[in-house]
């Protein structure tokens, strides 16, 4: 099917800038452009080096670095387009993007919904003014919110009970993230690896004291590599040094798109147990590195908490725990190390298999086509 429209994907999150929305909204310009007659990509001038994979033959529109101007411009471009009918566009957030693509006066307004946006926390300016009205006049105005989980589109429904709101599940690039044919086994040392920013919520702590416990039971029997930087990371530097567990944790900083397939299949676990507060707005939406490790077969531990529960299925390809239960992910290290690492394997083997059948982009893209185009 191909639509004779244009989209555009109006988003301040794109590369080189990193993280989950900009990546997100990378794999859809690829990834739609067998579904529309053009795709263009309007977004903010930004510095870096983080260019991904498969960005090529992509017509992006760069604004400029100053918040004021960049927004005055975007209005302005988007304003003068003729034939707005003739455009579907596909918002990275709703704030600013969603605002002032309906600002410029286009109906065709789709918003992609992640979760912490969606968030007051403590603020009471959020929770009485900023989600309450302003969020909820967005999503009103917008033809369709597609959200990346069931826990965010319950968010959204909270919001806005009157928005038009669909949980679309994120998906992975399958061929880029796949298993190394070429991987040594090593069945002397459990190696487990976490990838995301360093910060308190992503419960990289809760990580290090079972690793404390079960390193006095298996020593040097497990590794810990880890991926990323943030404003915890001293803190966990600190605390991995108090612990004195500095000669199993290994700190990688930040890791390039480009070199992520290859940190994912150097380990044989990956885990993230981030926390849920309902004083913060900080969650996991989602959770793509789930994904990006069970696509290079990789089983993945996650806690449920957020969205993880749509990045990860329990027994197939993974396992959920509780937040904050050190008793549950240490039983868990324990029967893995306990002669049961052929359970790696067979989980690595079911999380390949799943993203395969489930979770690409192809499928992803021609899902979000059909849902664009009702």
């Not at 917008?142 to 919001?159: D, P």
Request: hydrophobic share 35%.
């Amino acid at each position: 099917m191909f639509s004779d429209k244009n989209l555009i994907i109006f988003s301040y999150d794109f590369p080189p800038s990193n993280g989950g929305i900009a990546r997100l909204c990378q794999e859809i310009a690829v990834g739609m452009k067998s579904y529309y007659n053009t795709v263009t990509v309007l977004t903010r001038k930004k510095d870096g080096e983080n260019f991904p994979y498969n960005l090529k033959d992509v017509y992006i529109i760069e604004l400029p670095k100053n918040r004021l101007f960049c927004e005055i411009k975007a209005v302005k471009y988007l304003s003068k387009l003729k034939n707005k009918n003739n455009y579907d566009i596909l918002c990275g957030t709703w704030h600013p993007e969603g605002l002032l693509a309906i600002m410029a006066g286009f109906k065709n307004v789709f918003v992609l919904g992640h979760g912490t946006e969606f968030l007051s926390g403590s603020s009471n300016f959020r929770k009485r003014i900023w989600i309450k009205y302003y969020a909820n006049f967005v999503l009103r105005k917008s033809r369709l919110i597609i959200a990346n989980s069931e826990y965010t589109k319950g968010l959204i429904t909270k919001v806005s009970k009157d928005s038009n709101v669909v949980t679309l599940p994120l998906a992975v690039n399958h061929e880029f993230f796949k298993p190394d044919k070429n991987k040594l086994s090593n069945s002397e040392k459990l190696k487990i690896c976490t990838v995301s920013r360093i910060e308190q919520f992503k419960g990289h702590d809760f990580i290090a004291n079972v690793l404390l416990k079960i390193n006095q039971k298996y020593p040097d029997k497990i590794e810990w590599n880890i991926g990323g930087t943030g404003e915890y990371l001293k803190e966990l530097i600190n605390l991995v040094n108090d612990l004195g567990i500095q000669k199993i944790v290994k700190f990688h900083g930040f890791v390039k798109d480009a070199d992520l397939p290859c940190f994912y299949n150097q380990n044989d676990l990956f885990i993230l147990c981030t926390r849920e507060n309902p004083s913060s707005v900080n969650v996991e939406g989602f959770g793509l590195v789930f994904l990006e490790a069970q696509s290079c077969g990789i089983p993945v531990i996650g806690t449920k908490t957020g969205g993880i529960s749509d990045a990860v299925k329990e027994g197939s390809g993974g396992w959920l725990i509780e937040q904050d239960n050190e008793k549950e992910l240490y039983a868990l290290f324990d029967n893995l190390l306990n002669g049961e690492q052929s359970i790696i394997s067979s989980e690595g083997l079911k999380a390949r298999l799943r993203v395969e059948k489930d979770c690409t982009w192809e499928i992803y893209c021609n899902n979000l086509f059909q849902l664009m185009r009702k």
